[in-house]
């Protein structure tokens, strides 16, 4: 089982920038893969940003590239979104998530390759 906590939501202007976290309750090494996702009402959750712990392979939307930067704290065991230039249409609800089991590096966008999700954290960015 593995908790996840996220914070560092909230509401900004356009252009502006802010820092999501997750806070795992195991050793983020001892994952492969870890995501960050957003959801906003009538549409599907969308595979944001990705990394597996262990280097292997990372991923950014297309929509969020050169804007959003994800990264990891093994010491901390955290999970880090940095999000800059921030949009309206970027206003949702973003999720943590982890999955164990190697299966998930085939998919890393796809939200049915992970396990365990956190409670989110919601950010809305005003024009």
């Known amino acids: 089982q593995v908790r996840l906590v996220e914070s560092g939501g909230g509401s900004v202007q356009a252009g502006g920038s802010l820092r999501l976290s997750c806070s795992a309750s195991v050793s983020i090494n001892s994952l492969a893969c870890m995501g960050w996702f957003r959801e906003v009402p009538g549409k599907e959750r969308e595979g944001l940003a990705a990394?597996?712990?262990?280097?292997?392979?990372?991923y950014y939307a297309s929509s969020i590239k050169g804007r959003f930067t994800i990264s990891q704290d093994n010491a901390m065991n955290t999970l880090v979104l940095a999000m800059n230039d921030l949009k309206p249409e970027d206003s949702a609800m973003y999720y943590c998530?982890?999955?164990?089991?190697?299966?998930?590096?085939?998919?890393?966008?796809?939200?049915?390759?992970?396990?365990?999700w956190g409670q989110g954290t919601r950010v809305t960015v005003s024009s």
């Open positions: 998530a982890a999955e164990s089991s190697r299966r998930c590096l085939a998919g890393v966008h796809s939200r049915d390759s992970y396990n365990w």
């Open positions: 990394i597996s712990p262990t280097g292997f392979a990372t």
